[in-house]
């Protein structure tokens, strides 16, 4: 069983920057897909960045590209999002996802479905 566990949501004004965390436990990441999604209030969870554990490749929804970075550290089994720029928009729930099946190959996965694991969830709120 893997535990996901996500810090460093908080408030912040437009323009600014924070970085989550996500440590892992439970399961060696080497052989996974590690994710970003987001759920803003009455909307749906959507995907936001996603990291190739083994070599490193990101992936990037349209809206964040440019402003939001995904990476990780092997030895502490943790994976960040360091967001800068922020905007209003931005504001949600943060949601780490890990997918266990689709890291060989070209394929990212970006829909919930296909995530095994789910950290808890850490909101980040922008204001204008």
């Known amino acids: 069983q ?27 990441l080497s052989s996974s897909f590690m994710a970003w999604f987001r759920q803003a209030p009455g909307k749906e969870r959507v995907f936001v960045a996603a990291i190739r554990w083994s070599g490193g490749t990101t992936y990037y929804s349209d ?20 967001m800068n720029n922020l905007k209003p928009e931005d504001t949600a729930v943060y949601y780490c996802a890990a997918d266990f099946k689709h890291y ?25």
């Open 2 to 28: 893997v535990q996901l566990v996500e810090s460093g949501g908080g408030l912040v004004q437009d323009g600014g920057s924070l970085r989550l965390s996500c440590a892992a436990s439970g399961h060696t």
């Open 63 to 82: 809206s964040v590209m440019g402003r939001f970075t995904i990476s990780r550290d092997n030895a502490k089994n943790t994976v960040y999002l360091q």
């Open 104 to 128: 060989l190959g070209t394929y990212y996965p970006t829909e919930e479905y296909e995530y095994d694991y789910w950290g808890q969830g850490t909101q980040v709120t922008v204001s204008s």
